[in-house]
């Protein structure tokens, strides 16, 4: 489904601080597949996820698509088939909207409309079906304003939106980090639960071994632009987080 081959990106070329990131950099993701991707930070997580929706352009190398190379195509092309989720909670969503309005906006991605039009009582009833799987009782206050929900609420509306518009492909873009240990389990588990609901095929980037280990169907590691290691959900049955610890430890020798 989606295939980067040999890319190519380089930082503050021609000056002193060139940073070669990826050169040669090969990865394929296969539909329905939830690929964890995880690194330190500088090991070229978020770069991967902006090559992917196209915020970065690549140096050199393809990156195809649904058998399409969109190597060359806009961010905003790319964004009809794909959605992103970011760390901060405030950029999934309109904070001056109530939760009625900002999915009705989720719901009509990609069709011509405006909020007036968008925004039909008769949703009414499919948006609070929506909002209940969050369990998080929202789905009783769809007229409030999001900008008085939590960080954990806010964020978990901006999951639920980005899949209820059923992209071809979803980017978590450390979609946790910004929450408190608590809510970031519970954004997990949803997490899950939305991927599996939805058939979503994802890619996650996270710094959190213990989340990588726990979900996903695969799990990759980065280092400094490259693969160090790839492995299915069946053999990450066999590593324990004190692995991948070593692992992290021996890298930034």
């Not at 946790?176 to 954004?187: E, G, I, K, W």
């Not at 069946?234 to 991948?244: N, T």
């Amino acid at each position: 489904m989606l295939h980067l081959q040999n890319i190519r990106k380089s930082f503050h070329s021609n000056t002193l601080n060139e940073l070669s990131l990826f050169d040669n950099f090969n990865l394929n993701i296969n539909e329905g597949e939830f690929v964890v991707v995880l690194g330190s930070n500088g090991s070229g997580k978020s770069s991967l996820l902006n090559l992917i929706d196209g915020q970065l352009g690549a140096d050199g190398g393809k990156i195809l698509f649904m058998n399409k190379d969109i190597s060359h195509q806009p961010s905003f092309k790319r964004r009809q088939l794909m959605s992103r989720v970011y760390q901060d909670p405030s950029l999934g969503t309109s904070p001056s909207l109530t939760i009625f309005e900002n999915m009705s906006l989720a719901l009509n991605k990609g069709k011509p409309f405006n909020l007036t039009r968008c925004a039909q009582d008769s949703q009414r009833e499919v948006i609070a079906n929506y909002v209940a799987l969050l369990n998080l009782g929202l789905e009783e206050k769809l007229d409030v304003t999001v900008s008085w929900l939590s960080g954990g609420q806010r964020q978990a509306l901006s999951l639920l939106m980005a899949v209820c518009s059923q992209p071809k492909l979803l980017l978590l873009d450390e979609h946790t980090a910004a929450l408190d240990p608590r809510t970031s389990q519970h954004m997990m588990k949803l997490t899950k639960k939305l991927i599996e609901d939805f058939k979503m095929t994802t890619v996650m980037i996270t710094h959190q071994i213990k989340d990588a280990l726990e979900y996903g169907d695969r799990c990759v590691m980065l280092h400094e632009g490259s693969i160090v290691l790839d492995v299915s959900n069946e053999q990450k049955q066999h590593l324990q987080p004190k692995d991948l610890l070593s692992l992290f430890h021996s890298l930034s020798l």
